[in-house]
């Protein structure tokens, strides 16, 4: 499985890739490429092609969750395969793949952080499934969907407000989600945001896959606020978990980035990385 990191709030030093308060990466696995995420703005397509990727080509589109730095970047992509389709140049009917809950509005301080694309639209260019329960999309690669919330201190504040049924209401982001490929080493976990909790996904991920061994765990862990309570009870699951790789990346604090490197395997990370696992 390969793993290119298109967008990240990071850029390596020396690089010519942009970086972007936001996460978009590509995956190549068993002839299957897959496009998780796109970051904000068009940023994402500019440094595929750096990377020789065509976003174009992707079988599957994942969408992680609903908010603006992971989804904007949808409005290029459309764009770009429908300039494609006049043009008469390959393009591939992606399937896009995403909790029924990322379609939903979502707002902050009267901010609209949600999806500027509805459901509807994005299906006159993708065919969209949605998903609450985990889908495989290879024989070794699976979407989450709807992350169970297994512990008692992640996910317990809601962020912003989610309309559903024409009503507003908290949002716990029952939407966000994340990839699982189950390597001969132990599970790769490629989180995006992890609002659902870092430590309730890799907990549901060794559920679903009924794999206990966790090989490396990869992206945003919504580790963005210092809560020492927290953080100690995350510390405490993540190290006993035995990871052999851990890249925090896009929603981690320096501060938490650096108690994480204290304990654990921490690898650096950024736009342009690109990884290889067995
Ligand atoms: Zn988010
Ligand atoms: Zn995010």
Same mark, same amino acid.
């Given at each position: ?21 936001? $996460? ?7 002839? =299957? ?57 390959? *393009? ?7 909790? @029924?809950?990322?379609?939903?509005? =979502? ?14 639209? %994005? +299906?006159?260019?993708? #065919?969209? &499934? !949605?998903?609450?329960? #985990?889908?495989?999309?290879?024989? +070794?690669?699976? $979407? %989450? /969907? ?9 996910? !317990? ?21 994340? %990839?699982?490929? &189950?390597? #001969?080493?132990?599970? !790769?976990?490629? &989180? ?6 870092? *430590? ?13 061994? !966790? ?12 809560? #020492? ?27 938490? =980035? @650096? =108690?994480? /490197? /204290? ?16």
């Amino acid at each position: 499985m390969k793993l290119s990191i298109l967008i990240d709030n990071n850029t390596i030093s020396g690089s010519c890739f942009g970086g972007e308060a936001g $996460f978009s990466c590509w995956i190549e696995i068993d002839g =299957k490429k897959i496009l998780m995420d796109m970051g904000r703005t068009d940023m994402f397509l500019k440094n595929a092609a750096r990377l020789g990727i065509d976003c174009l080509d992707a079988d599957y589109i994942i969408l992680s969750h609903g908010h603006y730095d992971h989804t904007w970047g949808l409005h290029h992509l459309v764009q770009a395969h429908i300039e494609a389709t006049y043009e008469k140049r390959p *393009c591939r009917q992606s399937q896009v793949i995403a909790h @029924v809950d990322a379609f939903l509005p =979502k707002e902050a301080g009267h901010k609209n952080i949600g999806m500027l694309m509805s459901r509807e639209t %994005l +299906q006159e260019t993708f #065919p969209v &499934t !949605v998903t609450r329960d #985990p889908m495989w999309l290879t024989k +070794q690669l699976v $979407f %989450l /969907a709807e992350v169970e919330r297994s512990n008692d201190f992640e996910a !317990v504040k809601s962020l912003g407000h989610t309309r559903r049924y024409d009503t507003w209401e908290d949002d716990y982001l029952y939407d966000d989600s994340a %990839l699982v490929y &189950t390597s #001969p080493k132990g599970l !790769v976990i490629i &989180t995006a945001c992890a609002h659902a909790g870092i *430590c309730n996904t890799i907990a549901y991920a060794r559920k679903v896959c009924h794999e206990d061994r !966790v090989h490396a765990i990869i992206g945003g862990f919504h580790l963005l606020r210092d809560d #020492p309570a927290v953080m100690e009870k995350t510390l405490a699951y993540m190290t006993a978990c035995q990871p052999d790789l851990v890249y925090p990346c896009h929603c981690v604090s320096l501060e938490n =980035k @650096v =108690k994480l /490197a /204290a304990a654990l395997p921490v690898k650096e990370l950024g736009a342009g990385t690109v990884l290889s696992f067995e």
